[in-house]
């Protein structure tokens, strides 16, 4: 039996209820606007850790959110297969899982009010939106998990508003080279969502939700991911031909190797336990791709 059909114990429970392998999609972004900015003014990292635990507490109570509410509409059991396992697995009441959910948005809110202090309040409009998003991914009437639409959510409020907000709280301005950079962001961002939902694509079919997996189909799904992946090296370069970035950036093609496996192992199988490593293979590809971003661009900085 896979160790994801297990039981966990101990401090593995609520480290799982996490989701600890979707978290690099909040605090990458906050890395690469961090590194986007750095050529343009001293880096105020008490901000920067402020922004990058606030983004990282978001983002796993939207993981609280959406075990809680999966449980609740009776998508998740037992054999559910990818997900954190707290409530069907482990024995953590629901209420518990809701509460702990509130209680890190309530800390990311105290974040935020020292952010918005140390910059400016319209940023409280912002981290409200993106907290509300958070929330409704899964929860309230009508969930954009369930929708065609989560790819596209998802990669703009996790991938690119992050990177533009991290920008700015450094900057006090949004510049259109930061735009361009968070593109692939954006890109990687929606991709870890469209694996999440080519594997559940089954389950997810029988309980009546219209993901955009669903409606276009598998392969075609795929192909998408596989497009996305491209687009994310293709833009570097593109960005590099026209002068924008220097031939630095280039360095993201070193990771190339993880959206690869990715593709060969979702058309290779369609069981959930065995595409399991195509979607650690995507979460790494924007961890990755991202990281070596942010880098090129301090080694650029620092010569």
Sequence with gaps: ????????????????????????????????????????????????????????????????????????????????????????????????????????????????????????????????????????????????????????????????LIVLIAFYIQTGEITTTAILLSVPSMLLVAAIMLSNNIRDLVGDKESGRKTMAILIGRTRAIDVLLGLFVLSYVWIIALVVLGTVTPWTLIVILGIKKPVQAIKTFRAHEEPLKVAPAMKDTALTNTIFVFLLGISLFIEFIL
Excluded at 42 to 58: E, N, P, Q, Y
């Design 1 to 160: 039996m896979s160790h994801d059909l297990k039981a966990d114990t101990g401090w593995r429970v609520w480290w799982k209820l996490t989701r600890p392998h979707t978290l690099t999609a909040s605090f990458a972004p906050v890395f690469l606007g961090t590194m986007i900015a750095i050529s343009k003014t001293d880096i105020h990292w008490s901000l920067f850790l402020a922004m990058l635990f606030a983004s990282i507490l978001i983002q796993a109570a939207t993981n609280m959110f959406n075990e809680y509410y999966d449980f609740a509409r009776g998508l998740d059991n037992e054999k559910s297969v990818g997900i954190g396992g707290a409530i069907v697995r482990n024995g953590v009441k629901p209420k518990t899982v809701m509460t702990l959910a509130l209680l890190l948005y309530a800390i990311s809110i105290v974040l935020g009010i020292y952010i918005c202090n140390e910059t400016t309040w319209l940023l409280a409009g912002v981290g409200a939106i993106s907290m509300a998003i958070g929330y409704l991914y899964t929860g309230g009437p009508f969930p954009i998990a369930y929708t065609p639409f989560g790819e596209l959510f998802s990669g703009i409020f996790m991938g690119m």
